[in-house]
């Protein structure tokens, strides 16, 4: 029954080591910022979810303990993978976009980003 447990365990690490290379691969091949988000936030975030997987797997079923550090390891991963991914693209819209050249946001309110009168920002934000 062990060795299914380790087929098990390594279909897992196979399947993120895939996710792995193609968060990388994407990372490195796309071009501009905001489709590079994609590669790391998604796929590689899969990948390192397969690891951490495999690791439960393997600490509960083959060591035969509970460990709760890959549950708060994936806990932190899945928080904060897409508000940094947020960010990033924040930075990158105020960086390098224009109100002009963003798409149509398809509602009443615009883009919140960037569509802020100077008299509406607090007084420190206006120098």
């Known amino acids: 029954m062990e060795q299914v447990y380790e087929i098990l365990i390594v279909v897992f690490l196979v399947i993120s080591g895939i996710f792995g290379i193609v968060g990388s691969f994407g990372l490195i091949?796309?071009?501009?910022p905001m489709?590079?988000?994609?590669?790391p936030t998604k796929a590689t975030t899969l990948g390192v979810g397969g690891v951490l997987i495999a690791s439960m797997l393997h600490s509960i079923l083959?060591?035969?303990?509970l460990s709760l550090h890959e549950l708060l390891i994936t806990l932190f991963l899945l928080l904060?993978?897409?508000?940094t991914a947020h960010?990033?693209?924040k930075a990158h819209?105020?960086?390098?976009e224009t109100p002009e050249d963003l798409p149509d946001p398809g509602g009443d309110?615009?883009?919140?980003?960037?569509?802020c009168d100077p008299e509406d920002l607090p007084e420190n934000e206006t120098s």
């Open 109 to 115: 309110h615009g883009w919140a980003t960037l569509q």
């Open 29 to 32: 091949k796309l071009g501009d």
């Open 62 to 65: 083959i060591e035969g303990k």
């Open 80 to 83: 904060t993978a897409p508000i």
């Open 35 to 39: 489709s590079r988000l994609h590669a």
């Open 87 to 89: 960010f990033i693209a």
């Open 93 to 96: 819209i105020h960086r390098h």
